[in-house]
C-alpha cells in the first residue's frame, strides 16, 4: 500500500483529512458536466446533503507581473504564476418520501460517511 504523507503538515495520512491538520483532499475528478451528483457541504457548522449538477468550469491562467528596470530600460519579469479556477454548481431538486421536495437535508456530521448517507437517500426520486 502507498504511503502519503500531507503537504501541509507532512504527517502520514490515509484519509481525505489529515487527522493531524485536518487539511482537507478533495477529488473533484468524479464530477462530470452537468451531471447530478451528491456534495456534502458544511455551513455554518452543519453538514448538509445536497444534489447538484455541476454546470460551470472556468479556469485563468496569469502571472503578477513587477517591472523592474536596468539602466533606465524597463525589464518586465514574471512572478507569482496564479491559476484560478471558477466553479458553479446548481442544486437540483429532489423528494424524500413522506417529505416536500428539498434541496438540501441537514446531516449529521459525526456519521456523515457514505453508509449513512446511503441510508438517508433510499427512496429518495429525483424531481422531473
Same mark, same amino acid.
Given at each position: 500500500? !502507498? ?5 501541509? &503538515? +507532512? /504527517?502520514? =495520512?490515509?484519509?481525505? =483529512?489529515?487527522?493531524? &491538520?485536518? %487539511?482537507?483532499?478533495?477529488?473533484? @475528478?468524479?464530477?462530470?458536466?452537468? $451531471?447530478?451528483?451528491?456534495? $456534502?457541504? $458544511? ?8 444534489? /447538484?449538477?455541476? @454546470?460551470? *468550469? +472556468?479556469?485563468?491562467? +496569469?502571472?503578477?507581473?513587477? %517591472? *523592474?528596470?536596468?539602466?533606465? !530600460?524597463?525589464? *518586465?519579469? /514574471? !512572478?507569482?504564476? %496564479?491559476?484560478? *479556477?471558477?466553479?458553479d454548481l446548481s442544486a437540483r431538486p429532489f423528494k424524500i418520501p413522506g417529505h416536500k421536495d ?9 456519521? /456523515?460517511?457514505?453508509?449513512?448517507v446511503s441510508d438517508i437517500l433510499k427512496g429518495? $426520486?429525483?424531481?422531473?
Amino acid at each position: 500500500m !502507498t504511503q502519503y504523507n500531507c503537504p501541509n &503538515c +507532512g /504527517a502520514p =495520512i490515509s484519509s481525505d =483529512i489529515c487527522p493531524y &491538520c485536518g %487539511t482537507a483532499f478533495l477529488d473533484w @475528478s468524479c464530477l462530470e458536466l452537468h $451531471k447530478d451528483n451528491w456534495i $456534502k457541504i $458544511k455551513i455554518d457548522g452543519k453538514v448538509y446533503l445536497i444534489k /447538484a449538477a455541476f @454546470s460551470y *468550469l +472556468g479556469i485563468e491562467f +496569469g502571472n503578477d507581473q513587477q %517591472t *523592474l528596470y536596468s539602466d533606465n !530600460t524597463p525589464c *518586465l519579469f /514574471a !512572478t507569482n504564476p %496564479t491559476l484560478d *479556477l471558477h466553479l458553479d454548481l446548481s442544486a437540483r431538486p429532489f423528494k424524500i418520501p413522506g417529505h416536500k421536495d428539498s434541496l438540501m437535508i441537514e446531516i449529521d456530521p459525526n456519521v /456523515a460517511n457514505l453508509q449513512e448517507v446511503s441510508d438517508i437517500l433510499k427512496g429518495v $426520486k429525483q424531481n422531473e
